[in-house]
């Protein structure tokens, strides 16, 4: 299950081994494209890897702390330190590629 | 959903729209009525076989018939991207998302070369979608480099969010007057920045903005499919016209060099065959 980030829910991510935020918003195509393929791997990394999403509208402090300038961004956090990001809608096996890459 | 979607109406996406139809799929063809400029504008065509001395307008007017007696209609849109799924790929096209089973890209090559640091930039600072990230500027001072059709209607939307739009126009068409859209006849040069883009460079000025928004009608290919592997400027193929996205099939000019009507419509012929054949081993 991908987690919404309202406001303390940043806290879990810093704490988690590997957390996955896809920084998004509601009216933006690619992101909404992406959402589906976050959740399935979500479930497929289930126990290892932590799924967020950051809404930019409602959490514009997170964006800005985290240079976001474009969404979807995917930043990969590991011990509460952002290590990868990337941008844009990908296909799974890409995504996969990503997040294996950098987890 | 469609099982084929064809996007492009070059000789490459025709012809492979007519085999597909011929082999019975249920098509959606993305493009123009007019079919493709680089065809209309030939002087004149001497190496299409059955054709021969005759000018680009009757080469397109003999295919747009084709086409019609086959019953193939064109859905004139454009397609911003296309998403790769497991089972499936979405087309966003204007505010529509269509579904289909396979997809072949025909939409010829992108002319005209990047803006200096503009493809560096991408994602920081530069977009190719006023829709897509226009409320990331709300509020802030943005550039327009309008060349597309739907350019000026985009910078509209923008100075509805945004504070100011700086526009500056490739085409004639303008956005309508508004007190917060500027029009600038300058012709932007480079796009610098530090850690994002924040100026545009332009013959004869220089302007600071939040973001620079570049609007082409045709997007490089690396944009319209995410997750498509290039080879250069061209889509990589093999014979097959398969590209490392199963289910995904290009052809014509943005599959590779020569530029040549009957090569682009040979491969659109083999890419329709192709989806055909991968239609056929998913059932
Ligand atoms: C002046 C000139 C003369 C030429 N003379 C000859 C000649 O004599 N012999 C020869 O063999 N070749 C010639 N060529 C080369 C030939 O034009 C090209 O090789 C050929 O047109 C390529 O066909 P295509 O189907 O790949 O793409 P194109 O003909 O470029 O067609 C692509 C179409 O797809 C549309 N499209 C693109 N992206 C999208 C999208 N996202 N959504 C919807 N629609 C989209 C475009 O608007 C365009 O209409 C000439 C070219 C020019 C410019």
Redesign the pocket.
Known sequence: MVKVIRRNEFEDVKKAGVAVVDFSATWCNPCRMLAPVMEELSDEYAGAVEFYNCDVDENGDLASEYGITSIPAIIIFKEGKATAKTVGFQPKANMKSFIDANK | MYDIAI????????SAAITAKIRNKSIIL???R??????R????????PGFYHVT?EQLADSLSRHLEQMGIEITE????AVYTFDDRFSLS?GQDIIDAKTVII????VNGRPIKGEEEFLGRGVSYCATCDGFLYKGKKVAVVGASEDAPAEAEFLSEICSEVLYFPAGEKLPKEAANIKVIKEKPAEIKGSMKADTLITDSGEYKTDCIFVLR???SPGT?VPGIELDGPHIKVNLQMETNLPGLFA?????GT????????GQ?NTAALSAVRYLGKKQ
């Open positions: 996007v492009g109406t070059g000789p490459a996406g025709i993305f493009g123009s007019t079919l493709s400029d680089k065809m504008k030939a002087h004149l065509i001497e190496n299409y680009g849109k454009r397609v911003g096209a025909a939409g010829g090559i009608d045709a997007v319209l052809c014509g000019d943005i599959a020569p530029y040549q009507y009957i090569k682009a419509a659109g």
